[in-house]
């Protein structure tokens, strides 16, 4: 049986997917039963963590000049300005948050596939699956174009499929949670209006609970998001008319009115996970092992990092690593789909308040908590999603307590203006990086043929910002990720470095590696 994957779905999370396997040499063969890619703008946030994933493909700064950042939303509670937060808080290149029509980042990603020679098979759909005697591989049964059905076998199947997910369906894992009572109105709308946001996302908080959600996407079209509790019983399908809009604007208060529309569309939140998101050779990403609001712009960007994170596991246990370490893919990435269902419900929840006394507490705690700095820092760096960490995962080694970066943390970058590279540069390659900081060269290990080595000096000159702020004094070692995330930390390498590279099959991949 080959190492083939078979991806089952073709929005940004499958197709990150197929990029991440493809840059390791693993096969993959990418099916979306959909006869194009997205047509409308539906996820249009992309986080700062995902723009450091696309630098490594080359595409971040494609989508920064594509898109529209905003640095700062500003929330108000009836026509009153609450607090604003900015985002330069945010940690790394991209102090921002994008905002990018999600059938533009597909584009982006589809066009770096093919550059890879991956196709996406349109009209081609799953049928059925099941897994093998052993455990070890797949036997899918397809549809293609023309109507017949082939069956083939594969290493792994991965569901990238959506919230009603046929592969989460198939292997009848459970999808907990519920339903949020409230109706919401999305529209792409031209506006016109003295009260007409600029560079900022406003967010309207009204009384009884309703919200208003403004960003400007480019010139004069911008997100509308309005939930009105007086129609939390409204049909489910009906598509908000222009006059819907309009109409919160004017309750609201705001000199603001709906001319035309791009899209218009009807939805209503369900907060829901995966009970798990492996199941042998099966796995489940993006919106088919969580969904939840749309509060901070998290979902696609959740289900890119999903797909980071599953990659070079799967290319490690086709190279020689134990099949073992895929459990891990459920336990970091459930943990952040707890993690993110709990934000993002609490945050609709604070939102929506229906109590004047409740909103008025909100009000006041939110008014106060943003003006402190730190506070300002932990909200950027959470929604940017740069604050999460696999910490305390069974995959990591941590060999000293000391340093500001330890095992399970993002990898912080910085910029060699003599070089004109970064310190992560070499996580494009899709091999782990060790990076000696204050080791004496002797004392560097060299054997990891699987790892690409950078010898730094905390006290050198040329960095931005400065090696010594982000990462202390040595003698210390990172072996950092392919997805990013520090692997191993210690000072020395020994027995913990061995621990490590035993169990991501380090030493296998160093003869197998393929590169792009």
Known sequence: MSDETLIVGAGPTGLTLAIELLRFGVPVRLIDKSDHAAKWSQALVVQARTLEQF???????????????????????????????????????????????????????????????????????????????????????????DGKVEQNRFRWLAGCDGAHSKVRSGLGVSF????????????????????????????????????????????????VIVALHDQQNADAQHVPELADFNGAFESYGLN??????????????????????????????????????????????????????????????????????????????????????RGTSLGLRAATLASPVLEKLRDFVLHGAIQLEAVQELIAKGISETSIDYRGSSIVVDNSHEGKIHAG??????????????????????????????VPPQDVPRELNGAIISEINSQGSGWDPPIESLLG??????????????????????????KYAQTVGLDSLASKYTHP
Do not use: C
């Open 256 to 341: 603001i009115r709906a001319q035309s529309a791009i899209w218009r569309a009807p939805f209503r939140v369900n907060q829901r996970k995966a009970g798990q998101y492996r199941v042998k050779s099966v796995f489940l990403a993006g919106d088919a092992s969580h969904i939840h609001s749309p509060v901070g712009g998290q979902g696609m960007n959740t289900g890119i990092q999903d797909a980071a994170n599953l990659a070079w596991k799967l290319a490690a246990v086709a190279k020689g690593a134990s099949e073992t370490l895929l459990d891990s893919y459920n336990e970091e990435r459930g943990k952040v789909g707890d993690a993110l269902l």
């Open 55 to 145: 630098a490594r493909y080359r595409i971040a700064d494609k989508a920064a000049a594509k898109g529209h950042k905003i640095d700062q939303v500003n929330f108000w509670s009836d026509r009153n300005l609450v607090a604003s937060l900015r985002f330069e808080k945010i940690p790394g290149r991209y102090p921002y948050v994008l905002l990018l029509p999600q059938n533009e980042t597909e584009q982006l990603l589809i066009e770096h596939l093919q550059s890879m020679g991956g196709k996406i098979e349109r009209n081609t759909e799953l049928i059925a699956f099941q897994h093998s005697f052993d455990g070890t591989g797949v036997t899918a049964e397809i549809r293609r174009p």
């Open 409 to 438: 943390d993002r990898m912080p970058d910085a910029d060699q203006h003599s070089s004109g590279k970064t310190l992560l540069s070499a996580l494009g390659s899709g091999q782990h990086l060790l990076v000696a900081l204050d």
């Open 473 to 498: 004094k040595g003698p210390q070692l990172f072996l950092v990720r392919p997805d990013g995330y520090v692997g191993l930390h210690g000072k020395t390498g020994g027995e913990a470095l061995l």
């Open 176 to 223: 907990e949670g519920d339903t949020v009572g409230l109706h919401f109105s999305l529209g792409d709308l031209k506006l016109l209006g003295e009260d007409v946001p600029g560079d900022q996302l406003e967010i309207h908080l009204h009384k009884g609970g309703d919200v208003l959600f403004i960003a400007k996407l480019l010139g004069n079209i911008h997100r």
